[in-house]
């Protein structure tokens, strides 16, 4: 029997449901996608709960007429600067005579989980890196297994429940009930990243329009995971400004022309773009676009490269560094960071994640692609969220009010 599998992918940009129909062996086949452009979210953050609920409510509402299946149940994807994480440790024992059971491995979780946290936070996930039975490092499974300690070294990743609530009560509010909240950058790790790489070593970073998300992957699971304030609306904000052009202008100019590295756009190029005021069309030199966007660029790739120093496992990073996101498009960025990393660095398309449209295969769309695998692969590791919304089907009622 295949399962009917949902994500929301709440990004500062766009937000994006899937909905996708996964086999029994993990296959996954796209039946419907919405979109709709982000209302009420500040660097990944929802800044006003009406206008983010409204605009969650559409890209849900195009998916499920896409699919024609209604969204019961959905993971969804958070980011933000108020996430925090840290790894910890918890021991059990284990009853003389019997193997370790799945049950053992939770307590173990929980016990790393028992960490004085600030009132104003709370914990996302608790994912196990690896295990230690008895004096035996590095145990990846343990059940099964014989001993009489079980210890876990386990990724801790918290998050401000402040702004945690604001977006469950968002999606509530839609009828949607929260299988899974999902950091993002997790959930693109799914979607672009290779088995090899993750056991190797690798850089992950998601470089969004609000945000710039960062996980780092080592033996096969995650050790480090931060997120920057910083993306592409940085650069569109730049070009608006360097130019004396509007936000939109700016930002189709950054798309269709923009370049990191100035040095490979023909000096004499130029496009055409509106301005303020009464000149209303302005010839621009490509080179002068490129010039205000490296500056950006190269700071942003600055601060991933300090974010992977800070984790402390740039030395253990083999595969290099993955970058993803709508920003990742960018031409140049990829060049410029094999020089900023001095590490190999490609560009993370979500190709490999099933029977998915090809409109759908692009950076951007990697963490919402992510979060359908994370479901199918991981199903609801954490309990946290799995409370009935608030006000079910209100959506539908609210819908049964509108003219026909
Ligand atoms: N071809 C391109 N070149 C440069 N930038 C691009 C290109 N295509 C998209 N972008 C930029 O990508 C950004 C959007 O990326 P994405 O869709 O991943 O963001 P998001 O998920 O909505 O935001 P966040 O993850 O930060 O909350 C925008 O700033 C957009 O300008
Ligand atoms: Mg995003």
Redesign the pocket.
């Known amino acids: 029997m295949s399962e009917i599998i949902a994500a929301i ?1 709440v ?4 937000i994006c449901t899937f909905i996708a129909e996964a086999s029994p062996e993990g296959h996954l086949r796209l039946l419907g996608a919405g979109r709709a452009r ?1 209302r009420g979210l500040h660097k ?1 953050v929802v800044v006003n709960v009406s206008a983010a609920t409204e605009a969650i409510a559409e890209a849900i509402e195009k998916a499920e007429q896409d699919a024609e299946t209604p969204v019961r149940s959905a993971y969804v994807g958070i ?1 933000g600067g108020h996430i925090s994480s840290h790894n910890g440790v918890g021991a059990v024992a284990i009853p003389r005579g019997r193997s370790i059971t799945r049950h053992d491995v939770d307590r173990a979780l929980d016990a790393a989980r028992a960490i004085p946290i600030p009132s104003d936070r709370e914990i996302i996930h608790t994912i196990a890196r690896n295990f230690t039975i008895d004096q035996q490092e590095g145990v990846q499974e343990p059940i099964g297994m014989h001993g009489y300690r079980l210890e876990v070294n386990a990724h801790i990743i918290t998050g401000a429940t402040a702004a945690i609530n604001n977006l469950v009560k968002c999606i509530q509010s839609n009828g949607v009930v929260i299988e899974e909240l999902v950091l ?1 950058p997790l959930a693109s790790g799914e979607a672009v990243l290779t088995p090899e790489e993750r056991e190797l070593g690798v850089a992950l970073a ?1 470089i ?4 710039t ?1 960062i996980a780092i992957f080592l033996n096969g699971s995650v050790w480090h995971t931060s997120v920057l304030d910083v ?3 940085n ?2 904000r730049d070009l608006a400004v360097g130019l004396r052009a509007p936000l939109d202008a700016a ?1 189709h100019l ?2 269709r022309y ?1 370049h990191a590295l100035p040095e490979r756009v023909a000096e004499d190029e130029t496009v055409s773009a509106a301005a303020f005021g009464d000149a209303s069309v302005q010839a621009i030199s490509r080179r002068y676009i490129a010039e205000i966007l490296e500056a950006r660029s190269e700071e942003i790739l600055l601060l991933i490269r300090r974010e992977i120093k800070r984790s402390g496992y740039d030395g253990l990073l083999p595969a290099g560094v993955v970058l993803t ?3 990742a ?2 031409q140049g960025v990829k060049e410029m960071g094999r020089w900023v990393f001095r590490m190999p660095v490609r560009t993370g398309i979500p190709n490999s994640v099933g029977d998915v449209h090809r409109q759908w295969l692009t ?2 769309y990697a ?1 919402g692609l992510g979060l359908l695998l994370w479901g199918v692969r991981r199903g609801p590791t954490e309990h946290v969220r799995r409370q009935s919304p608030m006000m079910p089907r209100l959506r539908e009622w609210l819908r049964s009010l509108l003219p026909g």
């Open positions: 992918d990004g500062t940009t766009k982000s990944g980011v993002e998601d969004g329009g609000g945000t998300d993306g592409g609306d650069l569109t930002e950054k798309v923009g996101g709508g920003s498009q960018l950076p951007a963490t």
